[in-house]
């Protein structure tokens, strides 16, 4: 195993950290330069004949920033719960009224997110009562962002099952996907082309974008998919049975984990 030299940085400063409070408390005092000088040379001495000690505090290192990251993500969450789960520009798929709503960040030209579509479809068919929001977060270029803007005009005149039939063949596309592919299946789908233009360009469907890609940056997303059940931010194409595991847990116990 590889570490980076900032991960190693870090752990060498955990363990001088670790090495000198207990001491401290004890002596209920600061150290001066001196002293502190002759800890760090004790500390660096240890770890060249105990190297192996710097993966075990690497990982726990891993493991606090993780927890932190995951704390940080759930008060994000509670902070913007209504725009989460009740945007007026948002895709509602599923069941509407569901008591579990399953949150997911995508972008058109996101391979990984194409093969998570599957997923959510296979889920919301098992799960009648799995409300889904599908948020448009075009992190992936131009492209992406003209894609999206269509999508979120489309939805202007397009409602439940045949909205999502829609998002299911503009992601489905080969190649990618830009604002004239997502015009043309619109145009596929009886859309009305000149309102669908006039929408396109409207403050309203900028206005929605930026607030999805606002709403990313506050949850700290890095990329698509990434998915929200309850409090608990998924990142990744993480598959059909963890996402059914979290959504169970939630509806049992509200929480990502029971037990």
């Known amino acids: 195993m590889r570490f980076s030299l900032p ?7 955990l363990i001088g950290t670790l090495a000198l409070a207990p001491a401290a408390m004890a002596q209920g005092a600061v150290f001066n330069e ?10 660096k001495e240890y770890l060249l004949k105990n190297p192996e000690v710097l993966t075990e505090v690497i990982g726990e290192l891993e493991k606090r920033q993780a ?12 902070e913007t719960k209504q725009s989460l789960l009740n945007a007026s520009h948002s895709y509602v798929v599923g069941n509407p009224s569901g008591d579990i709503t399953l949150v997911e960040f995508f972008d058109y030209n996101c391979g990984y997110c194409k093969k998570a579509l599957a997923d959510v ?13 599908l948020k448009d977060f075009p992190v992936l ?20 099952p045949k909205l999502l039939d829609y998002h299911v063949k503009v992601m489905d596309s080969h190649g990618r996907v830009n604002g004239e592919r997502a015009m043309a299946v619109a145009k596929e789908m009886g859309v009305d082309m000149a309102r ?27 990329g698509t998919p990434a998915f929200i059940v309850g409090e608990t ?8 049975d ?8 939630v509806r049992q116990c509200g929480k990502a984990s029971c037990g």
Request: hydrophobic share 45%; no cysteine; charged share 20%.
């Open 34 to 43: 001196q002293q502190k000088q002759a800890i760090g040379e004790v500390v």
């Open 242 to 249: 963890p996402l059914k595991q979290l959504v169970d847990n």
């Open 233 to 240: 931010v998924i990142p990744g194409a993480v598959g059909l």
């Open 196 to 222: 669908l233009q006039k929408d396109v360009d409207s403050p309203e469907i900028r206005s929605a974008l930026q607030e999805n890609m606002a709403l990313g940056d506050k949850l700290s997303l890095t």
């Open 7 to 13: 991960k190693i940085g870090q752990a060498v400063a």
């Open 67 to 78: 927890e932190a990251q995951q704390a940080a993500q759930a008060g994000a969450v509670k």
């Open 141 to 160: 270029g131009p492209d992406s962002v003209e894609a999206s803007r269509v999508a979120l005009a489309v939805k202007n005149q397009l409602q439940g």
């Open 121 to 133: 479809q296979t889920l919301m068919k098992s799960d009648p009562k799995l409300r889904v929001v």
